[in-house]
């Protein structure tokens, strides 16, 4: 891929801005993973806390998102991890850490209880918009501030037509995961259990749909809808693979 004239070659790659299938089982070949999964437990997965942008937006998550969307962006980073380690060798190593870790601590910035409200976008469209702010103002620079953006823009745009950025590939495989339990076999019984244990889900499932369905009631026309008006919320709800643990930390 050439460079474009805000990035050079590395930084394309460095933040996940490498083109890929949207289309997730087509990524996977249809299978339910590309290599079996490691079992990691969370003392084992690197977390970038010492990059000054990681703390201050780590530390204004923690501020203004409730504990359960927390917890589940933290989970999104831990799941991401496992997918790019053993699914994406190729990429790994090229992918910065930190760009992934302000992609998950911010990917439903726009889904607060205040932000559904401060705007007629769909939470996805303006969490991209504040996460593409805070970012810069922190001193990203464009390529990562702006991968960041578009990968929160899109990680609810599944389909099966098109290309994504890698860094939304990522977003969407290890959300739809937490939140719907699907692609289970992606991630190793050791990890699912560890990192669930480190950051327990505190009934998010039920959380999470009661606030897809508070969307779709104050915006009709949001953009999740387009995963079902029904179909959706009821798949979070009833995310089967998740059961076991949606009462942990309660």
Known sequence: ??????????????????AFPVDGNAVLNGKPYLHEPSPLVVKDIPFPSNDAIVAGIQE?????LIEETYNHSMRVYHWGYSILKDQFPEEFGKLSLSTWALTCLLHDIGATHENLRTTLLSFEFYGGILALNLTKELGAPPAQAEAVAEAIIRHQDLGTVGKITFLGQLIQLATI??????????????????VNKAYPRKGWSGCFSKTIREENGL???AHTTHLGEEDFPEGVKNNELMKPYDNWGL
Do not use: E, L
């Open 177 to 194: 995961y937490d939140n719907m339990g699907i692609n289970p076999q992606i991630i190793d019984a050791v990890t699912r259990d560890d």
């Open 1 to 18: 891929m050439s460079s474009t004239p805000a990035a050079t070659a590395d930084d394309i790659a460095k933040h996940g801005w490498a």
């Open 219 to 221: 915006k009709p026309w």
């Open 60 to 64: 204004y998550a923690k501020k203004h």
